[in-house]
């Protein structure tokens, strides 16, 4: 009777065993599934960020030039006003000098002076 059971213990085992090792081989095999798709994952991952880096960059480049053409712009007016306010001032002078002169009248004077500083 000790024999049998003895046979039935290494049977058992033997079928454990078995289980054990299969069970280990879906184990490892599910690992090497994970591991690659994780590989996958972190290739995507690289990719997508370099081709988000690249058109960041790109926009970056096109925002840069299209801010120093505005900022060109803003220069050229802001040299235009200041030549245009100076020249405005020296006009203002010369009618004062005529008006002085009494060339112009007072209120040939105030009008030119209101046209010239609804322009400013």
Do not use: C, H, P
């Not at 996958?40 to 990719?47: C, E, F, L």
């Amino acid at each position: 009777m000790e024999e049998k059971k003895g046979r039935y213990i290494d049977k058992f085992l033997k079928k454990a065993d078995k289980a054990i090792q299969e069970g280990i081989k879906k184990a490892d095999e599910a690992l090497e599934e994970a591991v690659e798709f994780g590989t996958m994952t972190a290739k995507q991952a690289s990719k997508t960020g370099k081709e988000l880096r690249s058109k960041a960059k790109i926009e970056s480049e096109a925002l840069q030039k299209r801010g120093i053409v505005k900022i060109n712009e803003g220069l050229a007016n802001v040299k235009n006003i200041t030549s245009n306010t100076n020249d405005d001032l020296e006009i203002l002078k010369k009618l004062g000098n005529l008006r002085k002169a009494n060339v112009i009248t007072e209120k040939e004077f105030q009008a030119k002076k209101k046209k010239i500083l609804d322009r400013v």
